[in-house]
């Protein structure tokens, strides 16, 4: 029992990994779109593509995940990204 416990959760540390790489690459492309934005004087804040975003989250998540999970977790993956200046 106890390997076949060991076995998801070595699964579940690969797929945090991944997550944490994609999270990373996520947050140098907002950069770019930051500096750009300021480069061009647009208004940093765009609360509608947020929005659009959960929207198109939530239907590609089809059910399996209620909307107030993946906000969650989304906005809390923005709020992060907008706190950080500049990333390797």
Known sequence: MTDRI???RQRIDDLDAQILALIEQRVHEAISIRKLKIENSIPLFTPEREEALIQQLVKQSAGKLPREVIEN???TIIKGGKQIEDIG
Do not use: S
């Open 6 to 8: 060991d076995k998801h």
């Open 73 to 75: 977790i989304w906005m």
